[in-house]
């Protein structure tokens, strides 16, 4: 009975994960990355919530590897987030805004958009950390 629960859970989520993957329109999909801000222009409101979360997620996950710098701004930017109360529909919005606002920024990927943005918009709180651990401000 468990097994077979677990079973079920499985093949929903896999639905739901094609399902969401069906959401992106053709022209959004450049072997499974937004290249972009014309692709990223072509998705889905809820493809666009969808992608961008990945990016925040993989953005902000401190690495073994990270050096020190990287890592206060990684946390920095996650504090800012929550600080701001920023969902993933806000993050979608600030990237479609940078791509229409600045259309010489449509050759760049939706990650650099995310990086530069969110370093703008956070710099108050990426400082304070830098700060605290003894970092020059930028």
């Not at 290249?35 to 998705?43: F, K, V, Y």
């Not at 401190?62 to 206060?72: E, F, K, P, Q, W």
């Not at 701001?84 to 940078?98: C, Q």
Request: aromatic content about 6%; proline content about 5%; glycine content about 6%.
């Amino acid at each position: 009975m468990v097994a077979m629960s677990r079973t079920v859970r499985r093949l929903t989520r896999g639905a739901l994960v094609l399902g969401g993957l069906a959401a992106i329109s053709g022209a959004a999909m450049a072997d499974g990355y937004i290249n972009s801000g014309d692709a990223w222009l072509a998705m889905a409101p809820e493809a666009k919530m969808a992608y961008v979360q990945g990016v925040n997620d993989t953005s902000n996950f401190i690495y073994v590897n990270d050096d020190l710098a990287t890592a206060i701004v990684k946390v920095a930017r996650t504090r800012c987030l929550i600080e701001s109360k920023t969902t993933p529909n806000i993050l979608a919005d600030i990237i479609t805004n940078a791509y229409t606002k600045q259309p010489a920024l449509k050759s760049r990927p939706p990650m650099v958009i995310y990086v530069m943005r969110l370093g703008e918009i956070c710099r108050p709180v990426i400082n304070q950390e830098r700060t605290r651990m003894g970092l020059p401000a930028l």
